[in-house]
């Protein structure tokens, strides 16, 4: 329709101004058409997969995507996904972890000793390095089952096991009232933030991990209340209870900033209408919360019970993980393995603070350039996170998030615009930033965040032309990584501390019969086996047991007492002898063969040292072996309980006739065939001797006794009344028992750290650091050398060294105090001097523009191509002369930018012209013409123009012909151009006379 009103207009021109007909001259710019539309191939955008990203690693990355023509959308998706790591050394952080279990009537049988399992493996992974773990058993109420203490902590279902002096024994069970067996987790949740808050321990990161198999059916009615009331069905949850619950967290998260909490929901009923609200609760994503009616407005009630200075801050998004798992100790263990790794993980990235707000290296920004003629589709982003969508309306340059119910405080935290020039900018907090834990968890995937909007293609947009339009110039992805992550700062670490350790192990079995425990004492724990001491050296004050399993011992050595409490199963195989005709309690009757312990060690000098609870009618016995002897004194022994013996009896091959007899026996008046067996002779060796042997049959096998010893024959086969010959064999006792045995036995170790102090003075730009009274160093403050305080008590010095960086840390924990130093070099394109990490990521997709069809002599008039000629004198005749040879003006104007151009001359007379050749192209410039090239260029630009050309004519018969312009030929935006000449040639001919004294 736009061509066709154009076509009227320039038709309504040439008629008015009739003259424009000659140049063909009418300016103006051709619409375009999209020829096609290419999007990027899907398998040349595949993302790295989240398995090969490493610790410490950020991973950003862009995608196209897009619906063939006539679609000119195209959709672009930003992502970025970071992975944690952990750090090694004595900086560890220390944790105080408090676990919610949960003991509502809902986790009578497999789920309670499930739990129990999996609790005691978290337990264990967890104590050390100064960790506290505190125990709260849940149902309607709460019951604090163990304080926050670094013993060892062991839970247990069944029985009575009593506490040591270093480890505790829970005891968790249902309730005993089964009416109170409801579940209130907020107030398991509120026992929990007591015991961290009461703590008074800053130097900890406080932990909750809770356990439970379904909804809260209670909840507190004051969120801020410590004695509000209960409320709840008690068998049923509903909207209510999720809301207070979850907001009891975010307010706990507002008063203790750096809590984490992680939940493990398991076991959980997909058929139970109340899944929901467990879901909710124990993972309130916004996907979950969807699924509950009428949670909007019960978390604005449970809001207005807590004041408003905190009101403000507080967000249902509570959980820093949670990795639900099914009703079996394996998948609960490695739910709360997930979560410790998830603890003590360090993200790629952190956020630091100036002024109250987020510095820019907090972030990871992402910018994208727009390409030209590309504008975004709507008003609207959309940011993918967690597997929920969340709107982003545009607000001038910046695009807010437009929560469609309670607001997600993450993606109040993105920042995200637009700017005039195109230039999409989005800042993701490292807080929000998706992490992997440390080592991968495929178990639990974790996703990117994702930025997704939509370009489309103007194509009415100004200055385009018949090209190809990338969606992008660029997208390149930008942050600074935490100068602790492996990924990007490669280099050794080595750790000093100034607490010397003390080691002691023990080997020991409960009931040994020489109550002489096997001890060890060492400086570093490689060299503990080599220092045990000897036998008898060490000895029972205490032996604690449980089933046969020591839990406890208390071991006096050299005047000093030491307490195990960790003990570890091993065993011990051996093979005994007793040499004597009757079984008896003589020790220099028995020896021991094959002694391996319980690390498969083999010990040629394992000797029996002395036996116990003989019984001659059992062939039974406790014998002690002693092994490991160093100059003559045995290290280690081994009691083997209720050795079994039996007497050693010889094979001797031997030969015998066998006969089978049938005859008859008369039972009363009743003949009966039977059959028996003879033996009528044996031989041994050489020496044969006759016999007249009855023998027993069975299925083949014969048997017999002669002269006290026994005999056997297999696969005799006889018929009818037979005889022949069998090997068999002798049975020969002989004066000596044997033995063999697996005996299980105990080993345990501890260590001791011997206290240390630290002091740290700051006088102008000096720190002194002195350990136990004794200078350890000094630093001196430079553009080279910076030092500063730290969060683990002590102070952290850094080191310029050119390409190489030292970072020392000091850390004082009460009595512990050690130093780290770091040496560490940039890698993975990081940038050392800045520390910035710059990661590109820009496929794209195009849009390629056609001219439309147009006819040549209508692009002419586009190009505002008019041509006059003239001669040289600037009139409208000249003469030939040399040889007929002569030179014409030819004139030409454009308004747009054309490529190819050339011309054709004809004349009046057919045949006449030779040919015509350029001798000069010269552009107007001002009153006069300024020649720049000797030929027409291969392009020109709008203006005027004049060509000189040297015409020759083939040898003429006229006195005058017509010189004139036939056509001019072009290209312009990909459209072959074509102007030819006026009907009349008005101007565009010149009168040629030939000079008739050259003779022709």
């Not at 909710?280 to 809001?303: I, K, Q, R, Y």
């Not at 001797?652 to 002779?681: F, G, L």
């Not at 072959?976 to 101007?987: A, V």
Request: hydrophobic letters at 35%; a negative charge.
């Amino acid at each position: 329709m736009k061509r066709f009103k154009k076509a009227i207009a320039l038709l309504l021109m040439l008629i008015i101004i009739p003259t424009l007909c000659v140049s063909g001259a009418v300016s103006g710019a051709l619409e375009l058409e999209i020829e096609a539309k290419v999007v990027p191939d899907a398998g040349e955008q595949q993302p790295k997969p989240h398995s090969e990203l490493e610790d410490g690693e950020v991973y950003a990355y862009t995608k196209i995507t897009g619906d063939p023509l006539p679609s000119p959308e195209f959709t672009v998706d930003l992502a970025a996904i970071g992975q944690q790591f952990r750090v090694e050394s004595v900086i560890s952080r220390r944790y105080n972890i408090v676990l919610l279990l949960d003991v509502s009537n809902s986790m009578e049988g497999t789920r309670m000793t499930n739990m129990i399992e999996a609790a005691n493996d978290a337990a264990q992974a967890l104590v050390g390095n100064g960790n506290k773990i505190a125990a709260v058993s849940f149902a309607t109420g709460t019951d604090e089952e163990r304080h926050l203490s670094e013993k060892a902590i062991e839970f247990y279902g069944e029985g009575t096991k009593t506490s040591t002096t270093t480890k505790d024994y829970v005891k968790i069970g249902l309730r005993k009232d089964r009416s109170q067996g409801g579940t209130n987790i907020q107030r398991a949740l509120r026992e929990g933030y007591t015991i961290l808050s009461q703590a008074n321990d800053p130097a900890a990161v406080p932990v909750i991990i809770l356990l439970s198999d379904g909804a809260p059916t209670y909840y507190l009615t004051d969120v801020d209340n410590p004695y509000s009331s209960s409320s709840g069905a008690g068998s049923a949850s509903g909207a209510a209870n999720t809301a207070y619950t979850i907001a009891e967290a975010a307010y706990m998260k507002v008063l203790m900033p750096n809590l984490q909490i992680f939940t493990i929901p398991f076991a959980l009923d997909r058929g139970d209408s109340d899944t929901k609200y467990a879901n909710a609760t124990l993972n309130p994503t916004d996907a979950n919360l969807a699924l509950v009616s009428g949670f909007e407005s019960e978390w604005s009630n449970a809001l207005r019970t807590v004041d408003s200075q905190y009101r403000s801050q507080m967000s249902k998004e509570y959980v820093t993980a949670s990795y639900s798992a099914d009703d079996s100790a394996a998948s609960l263990s490695a739910a709360l393995q997930s979560a410790i790794v998830h603890m003590q993980g360090y993200n790629p990235i952190t956020e630091t603070t100036e002024r109250g707000k987020l510095t820019d290296t907090s972030y990871l920004w992402a910018r994208y350039q727009i390409g030209e003629g590309f504008t975004l589709a709507g008003d609207t982003m959309t940011v993918v996170y967690n597997g929920t969508n969340y709107t982003f309306k545009r607000v001038g340059d910046d695009f807010v998030y437009q929560p469609s119910g309670v607001s997600n405080s993450k993606m109040e935290k993105l920042q995200l615009k637009v700017t005039d020039t195109g230039l999409v900018e989005w800042k993701v907090p490292a807080s929000v930033l998706p992490s992997i834990p440390a080592g991968g968890d495929a178990q639990y995937p974790v996703d990117p965040i994702v930025l997704r909007f939509k370009l489309a293609f103007d194509i009415n947009a100004e200055g385009l032309k018949a090209e190809t339009y990338p969606t992008s110039t660029s997208c390149v992805y930008t942050f600074w990584p935490t100068a602790e992550s492996p990924y990007y700062y490669s280099g050794d670490t080595t750790v000093q501390s100034f607490n010397p350790r003390q080691y002691y192990a023990v080997q020991l079995q409960p009931s040994n019969i020489n109550n002489q425990p096997s001890f060890a004492t060492a400086d570093e724990t490689e060299d503990l086996e080599s220092r045990f001491v000897a036998l008898g050296s060490a000895s029972f004050e205490r032996c604690d047991t449980s089933d046969g399993v020591p839990t406890f011992a208390r071991i006096r050595y050299a005047g000093s007492v030491h307490e195990f409490s960790q003990f570890t199963q091993l065993e011990a195989t051996a093979d005994f002898v007793y040499s004597g005709r009757s079984f008896s309690s003589t020790l220099q009757n028995y020896s021991v063969s094959n002694f391996r312990d319980g690390y498969g060690r083999e010990f040629n000098d394992a000797r029996v040292t002395s036996v116990a609870n003989v019984s001659t009618s059992r062939k039974e016995a406790d014998v002690a072996v002693s092994y490991n002897y160093v100059n003559g004194q045995p290290r280690h022994s081994v009691v083997f309980k209720s050795l079994q013996f039996a007497q050693v009896i010889d094979e001797v091959s031997v030969t015998a006739d066998i006969e089978r007899e049938t005859y008859i026996e008369w039972v009363i008046i009743i003949p009966i065939t039977k059959v028996r067996y003879k033996v009528n002779w044996i031989q041994e060796g050489q020496n044969k001797v006759y016999t007249n042997i009855t023998a027993s049959y069975s299925s083949g096998t014969v048997t017999f006794t002669h002269n006290g010893y026994d005999y056997r024959f297999t696969d005799v086969n006889l018929s009818g009344n037979s005889t022949d010959t069998f090997h068999g064999n002798k049975y020969v006792s002989q004066d000596r028992f044997a033995a063999s045995k697996t005996q299980p036995y105990f080993y345990a170790q501890y260590d001791v750290i011997t206290p240390a102090s630290c002091s740290f003075t700051v006088s102008g730009n000096t720190l002194t650091v002195a350990v136990n009274n004794a200078l350890e160093a000094k630093y001196i403050q430079s553009d080279k050398v910076q030092f500063d305080r730290n969060n683990y008590g002590g102070y952290t010095v850094t080191v310029d060294e050119g390409e190489v960086s030292r970072k020392i840390t000091y850390v004082v924990s009460g009595v512990l105090v050690s130093k780290t130093v770091r040496t560490y070099t940039a890698q993975n394109g990081i940038d050392y001097a800045t520390g910035k990490v710059t990661l590109e990521s820009n496929p794209v997709g195009y849009i390629q523009l056609k001219n439309p069809a147009k006819a040549a002599e209508e692009v002419a008039q586009e190009v505002g191509a008019a041509v006059t000629l003239t001669s040289t004198y600037n009139s409208a005749y000249t003469t030939a002369f040399r040889r007929n040879v002569a030179q014409v003006y030819l004139n030409v104007t454009v308004t747009e930018r054309i490529d190819n151009l050339a011309f054709k001359l004809d004349t009046s007379d057919s045949g006449l012209l030779k040919n015509a050749t350029v001798e000069r192209f010269d552009v107007k410039s001002g009153g006069g013409y300024t020649t720049i090239d000797s030929a027409i260029p291969s392009s020109i630009d709008p203006g005027e123009y004049r060509i000189l050309y040297r015409v020759e004519f083939n040898t003429p018969t006229p006195s005058a012909t017509m010189l004139r312009f036939n056509e001019m030929t072009f290209k312009w935006q990909g459209y072959d151009g074509l102007l030819i000449h006026s009907p009349d040639y008005t101007n565009q001919q010149v009168r040629v006379s030939f000079d008739t004294t050259m003779g022709h």
